[in-house]
């Protein structure tokens, strides 16, 4: 694994390679995918004990775009891993390399780990970063609308903090990119992301744009237990040294 990825590329080659491969990428999310569909490898990849040093060096082409820090870029192309669950991050690979979830972008640099183990392990990686503790926000104009549909439409699956569920696979969202949160609501409600869970697709029906970029500012200045946590773990972490801010 340690040599799959050329570790020289920059963002904008691997932004223009990504590009060129999304007409060969079509054709593997052609078949309609579900919710729930079980991805055999990430069953195995649950399974298995991680490698965070072999994580880290897989790792490193994900940082071209996801960063070193795997905050995000503030923009919000690329979400924040850092915090998130490693059933979440293994599911959403696992469906990303299966077509479960359409990402012509990272397409091409998702299929080149090497199976269930690597998977395992640079999810290993990622679990032991720590997550952003000043995150990218709107402009909080419309904080007391986002709170009240937030309490009425995502708590059940979310969390009163946006910590999601490691059993259920519901992701942590509270800290995560705000401009990220927008779009996949958008992309959730219009069908776009077919792994959505058809429940949450129900719940965002009947939102209006305002209505996302009310619950996406009151969700992105969410405070999760999993940002303490990893600061915590953060002093004992012997890899996060090669990490820089
Ligand atoms: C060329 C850029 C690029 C590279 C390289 C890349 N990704 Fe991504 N990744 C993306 C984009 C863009 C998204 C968001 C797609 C969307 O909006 O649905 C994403 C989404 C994800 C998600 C889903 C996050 C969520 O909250 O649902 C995970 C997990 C992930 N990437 C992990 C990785 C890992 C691990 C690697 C390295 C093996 C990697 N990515 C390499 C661009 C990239
Ligand atoms: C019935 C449970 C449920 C409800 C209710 C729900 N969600 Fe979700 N949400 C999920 C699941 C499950 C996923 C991951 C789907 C997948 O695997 O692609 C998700 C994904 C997301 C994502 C993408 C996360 C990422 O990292 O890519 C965002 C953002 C989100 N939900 C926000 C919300 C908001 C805001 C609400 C309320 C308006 C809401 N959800 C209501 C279950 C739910």
């Given amino acids: 694994m340690k040599n799959m990825f050329s570790k020289g590329l920059v963002v904008l080659s691997l932004m223009i390679f990504a590009g060129s491969a999304n007409v060969m990428a079509q054709s593997v999310f ?19 004990k991680g490698d965070p040093e072999n ?17 995000g870029d ?27 979830r359409d990402n012509p972008t990272m397409y091409p640099f998702a299929i080149q780990i090497e199976g269930a183990q690597d998977l395992a392990d640079v999810v290993a990686y990622i679990a032991t970063l720590p ?19 937030y309490k009425v439409n995502c708590v059940k699956c979310h969390k009163e903090t946006g910590e999601g569920s490691i059993k259920d696979s519901f992701p942590l969202i509270g800290g995560q990119v705000y401009d990220y949160i927008i779009r996949q609501l958008k992309w959730i409600r219009d069908g776009k992301r077919r792994n959505a869970n058809p429940d949450m697709v129900k719940q965002v029906n009947e939102f209006s744009d305002e209505d996302f970029i009310a619950v996406a500012d009151y969700v992105a200045r969410l405070k999760t237990p999993n940002h303490k946590r990893n600061l915590d773990e953060l002093k004992t972490n012997p890899i996060y040294k090669n990490v820089k801010h």
């Fill in 131 to 149: 997550m952003n503790p000043d995150p990218p926000t709107g402009d909080g104009k419309l904080l007391k609308r986002g709170e009240e549909l």
């Fill in 30 to 48: 052609a078949e309609g995918a579900k919710w729930g569909s079980k991805v055999k490898e990430a069953l195995d990849a649950l399974e298995l």
């Fill in 74 to 100: 503030p923009a919000g192309t690329f979400p924040m891993l850092a915090g998130q669950h490693t059933s979440v991050l293994i599911k959403q690979i696992a469906d990303i390399r299966a077509g479960n």
């Fill in 55 to 71: 994580g880290y060096d897989i790792y490193q082409v994900c940082a071209a775009c996801h960063l070193p820090t795997a905050w």
